[in-house]
């Protein structure tokens, strides 16, 4: 079976997208996945949780990261493939004595000046920006169908905000995740988010607009979260919602914090996200493969 592809996007950051393109990707693997993880935003966030400081440097300096095949494919000798920039068994996480099986195609902070300097040229051959989204699509999606039988998941790590990359990593995803917190200024402006997201897809290749995801994460124990998950399931209850809601709500704890800083230490899934959350990402995960059986229908 071919890999199912899942984009992670909100135009806001700091509401919890990193957290769970890594806690997903290690979830998915702990229940016998291969995953890959492309990190799309330029904070290279993900791909230090999952490479550590050291190993993306070196990644960078090699230049295998997205912006370095992204600039040989648009921009130099096309002699670069997918496969040349994502490092296998990346993860220093095991599950039953096993190293999870993920694999990483990472980003750095040059990702932002590369976008900036595409878009400046092909707008200057008078190309339209759905013409670049449609051409950046094309180089992706070639890439990723010689990936798709390598992997089970493809899990990517939008930037905040609606990117280029963003806008090709919607239209090529089976399913687009959108964290977010359950306070009044974090779902600001999601309804209207998650519409646009509903109208994005490759020309022809759906009958149908898919329906985005909220995941509601930080989730603390006060009335105003309370309030504000329960207006986000209503929402996701009207004849027409603007998109669907998890039943899985991602604590905020310390404990997922402590969980990403361990990128020199080898854990167990368990012990690296502790007992309390491993479970909620193991519900989370069968609640994703049920809305990709959904979708496929």
Known sequence: M???VIAVANMKGGVGKTTTVVSLAEALAASGNRTL????????????????DSLLATLIARKATIEGFLENNLLGDKKLAFNECIRNNVSNVTHLNQQLPISLLPSSPNLRHFE?????????????WSEIVRGLSGVVNAQL????????????????????????????????????????????????FCAALSDR???????????????????????????????????ATATKPAFHVFETEIPEAVSIANALSQI?????????????LAPLLS??????????????A
């Not at 994460?217 to 309030?227: P, S, W």
């Not at 609640?287 to 959904?294: F, K, Q, S, T």
């Open 2 to 4: 071919n890999a199912r």
């Open 37 to 52: 993880v492309i990190d799309l935003d330029p904070q290279a966030n993900a791909s230090i949780c999952l490479a550590g």
């Open 116 to 128: 900036q300097r595409i878009i400046h040229d092909l707008t200057q051959r008078r190309m339209s």
């Open 145 to 192: 169908l010689k990936q798709k039988k390598a992997f089970d998941f493809i899990l990517i790590d939008c930037a905040p905000g609606i990117s280029v990359l963003t806008e090709v990593s919607i239209r090529l995803a089976d399913l687009v995740i959108v964290p977010t917190i359950a306070d009044f200024l974090s779902t600001f402006g999601l309804q209207t």
């Open 201 to 235: 897809g490759l020309e022809g290749a759906r009958r149908t607009p898919r329906k985005p995801h909220v995941l509601i994460t930080r989730r603390r124990q006060v009335k105003i979260h309370a309030q504000t998950a329960e207006l986000l399931r209503n929402e």
């Open 264 to 276: 020199d230490r080898f854990p167990s899934f368990t012990q690296k996200w502790g007992s309390a």
């Open 283 to 296: 519900d989370l995960v069968r609640e994703i493969g049920d809305a990709l059986d959904a979708n496929r």
